[in-house]
């Protein structure tokens, strides 16, 4: 199952430069993570500031 960020996020841009697959895309007003590229390794969620991430 994909990782997905939920309304928390603050969009400070962390998690993108993380992503090995770059299913991590600038959304508005938050980021938004491709399902289908995401391999739910986890990196993105591990330096969200705010646990936005969540799998």
């Given at each position: 199952m994909a990782h997905k960020i939920t309304d928390a996020c603050?969009?400070?841009g962390s998690c993108?430069?993380?992503?090995?697959?770059?299913?991590?895309?600038d959304g508005s007003p938050i980021y938004t993570i491709d399902a289908?590229?995401?391999t739910d390794c986890g990196a993105?969620?591990?330096v969200c500031p705010v646990d936005?991430?969540?799998g």
């Open positions: 603050l969009a400070c993108q430069p993380e992503c090995p697959v770059d299913a991590i895309s289908g590229k995401c993105c969620a591990a936005a991430i969540v």
